[in-house]
């Protein structure tokens, strides 16, 4: 297995509180693939980085690609209640397949 | 709305049940998936198809069987399910070509129970 190591594992913070959740392997991937899940619904894709220290935002959400293309991180600037779920990194893999990570569960408090 | 369907969304059902749970994609995308999924954890896959034709079993107990009859349909069929196999199940489809990136589209899932 190709690990992807997430922390912290749960996150509770206030409405407003800034956050930032990590995704880490040992291994170089050629992408990286961020996904929400909400309460009672399946994964949705947030975005996807390719390029060694590539950012990109998305509203209040900014996503890094490390430099060597081991890690990367999700930074969330004034959570709102609407942030709560899960997230999770994926790579993609050969074979159609996709490894996910450890999973953060982030649940924003009003 | 998601452009995977799944169905039913709730299933509660005994360990000497037959059940099926039902997946359904119009986007042309080729390849296929069920995911196993317990509360506040990462899916876990089950099982992957690629072009109709089953390229990944992980190991799944046979008491899951999973069929695609066609490239927009896939289903999972139960038989003989222990409680521990209560769980989220999640349907998920790609283009088929990782090489560009294609990213996983999910259904809602199947909330399952077995009693």
């Known amino acids: 297995t190709q690990l992807l190591e997430q922390s912290p594992q749960f996150l509770s913070i206030q409405e407003g509180e800034n956050l930032t959740v990590y995704c880490n392997s040992s291994?170089?991937?050629?992408?990286l693939q961020w996904y929400r899940q909400e309460p009672g619904e399946g994964p949705v894709l947030l975005v996807t980085?390719?390029?060694?220290?590539e950012v990109k935002k998305l509203k209040r959400l900014t996503f890094q690609f490390g430099d060597a293309r081991k890690d990367s991180s999700l930074h969330i600037t004034a959570a709102q209640p609407g942030d709560t779920g899960l997230y999770l990194c994926a790579r993609p893999n050969t074979g159609n397949q996709f490894y996910f990570g450890t999973g953060t569960s982030l649940t924003v408090i009003p | 709305d998601t452009e995977v369907t799944q169905t039913p969304k709730h299933l509660v059902m005994g360990m000497t049940n037959k059940k099926s749970l039902k997946c359904e994609q119009h986007m042309g995308h080729r390849a296929m998936y069920w995911y196993k999924q317990k509360a506040k954890k990462p899916p876990e896959l089950m099982f992957v198809y690629s072009y109709e034709k089953l390229s990944i079993n992980e190991s799944v107990p046979s008491r899951f069987s999973p069929e695609c009859p066609n490239s927009s349909l896939l289903n999972l069929h139960l038989h003989a399910l222990q409680p521990e196999d209560s769980a989220l199940y999640l349907c998920?489809?790609?283009?088929?070509?990782?090489?560009?990136?294609?990213?996983?589209?999910f259904g809602n899932g199947t909330r399952l129970t077995v009693t």
């Open positions: 980085v390719v390029t060694g220290g």
């Open positions: 998920a489809s790609s283009r088929g070509w990782i090489g560009n990136n294609s990213p996983l589209h």
């Open positions: 291994s170089v991937f050629s992408s």
